[in-house]
């Protein structure tokens, strides 16, 4: 299975980032082997629009969930509508993470855990 965490580092020991949309990696992993890449995500900067960019991203990775801290209301809506599983709550080091999901210990989330632009300097 194909899935993302959100990461603060380019590693399976970097600790999971909080956010999706703005997280400084996409760690797209696959469960079977451990075998990943990652990928600098572009939008973390961004003052707008960085959910659904992120989203779509994911939908063209081909990933089957997300884990991450939290997904803003536009992230939830663009990743549900690509029928991609979210998880949020996540925390600890990509790995771990990973480890908890194959063994069923993260739910998916079935609403928006942040309010819009949460990340933002400034933001919520």
């Known amino acids: 299975m194909k899935i993302c965490v959100t990461s603060q580092g380019n590693t399976l020991d970097s600790q999971v980032d909080p956010r999706f ?3 400084a990696w996409f760690l797209i992993v696959e469960t079977d082997s451990m075998k990943f890449d990652a990928i600098q995500n572009n939008q973390a900067q961004s003052m707008g629009g960085a959910g659904v960019q992120s989203g779509q991203l994911m939908a063209e990775k081909g990933v089957e969930a997300v884990l991450t801290g939290n997904a803003g209301p536009n992230a939830f809506r663009t990743l549900t509508a690509a029928g991609i599983t979210i998880v949020s709550g996540a925390s600890g080091t990509v790995k771990e993470v990973v ?8 739910q998916a989330t079935d609403n928006p855990t942040v309010e819009s632009h949460f990340g933002i300097k400034g933001g919520h």
């Open 99 to 106: 480890e908890k999901y194959k063994k069923g210990e993260l």
């Open 21 to 23: 949309g703005r997280c």
